[in-house]
């Protein structure tokens, strides 16, 4: 009885591709933990420039309101329990007036504006 599947040149090709499926599977891990690791990489880099360029978008909103209120001098806003008449404007004699069917306003500055804006409107832009 002459059997081959005994032969050292059969154990030695057997082997042999038990050692390139290895490569193989080693090879093929590699490369798909180099694509996870570039995916990761790309998708940082993505959501990045996306919260850049949010963040630009929000602070020239906010430049361009406050620039509109600053070039109209400010703006009449109704006195209220959120809005009292700012001290530091109780040089301008019309900082509060009242309109002719008795509502009171007062003048707002800018930043004030703003600050004001951030302040209740947070939960809204976050």
């Known amino acids: 009885m002459n059997t081959q599947s005994n032969t050292p040149t059969t154990r030695t ?13 080693i090879a093929w891990t590699l490369i798909i933990a180099g694509l996870v690791v570039w995916n990761l990489f790309q998708t940082r880099q993505v959501t990045q420039q996306i ?12 430049q361009a309101l406050r620039f509109w ?34 509502i009171k306003l007062t003048l707002m500055n800018p930043a004030y504006m703003i600050r004001q804006m951030n302040e209740e409107f947070a939960d809204h832009t976050a």
Do not use: C
């Open 13 to 25: 090709t057997a082997a042999e591709m038990m050692r390139y499926i290895w490569l193989l599977v």
């Open 69 to 102: 209120a600053t070039s109209h001098g400010g703006v009449y806003v109704p006195t209220d329990d959120h809005t009292s008449p700012s001290p530091y404007l109780s040089h301008i004699p019309e900082r509060d007036i009242e309109t002719p069917s008795g």
């Open 51 to 62: 919260a850049i360029v949010q963040a630009r978008a929000n602070f020239n909103k906010d």
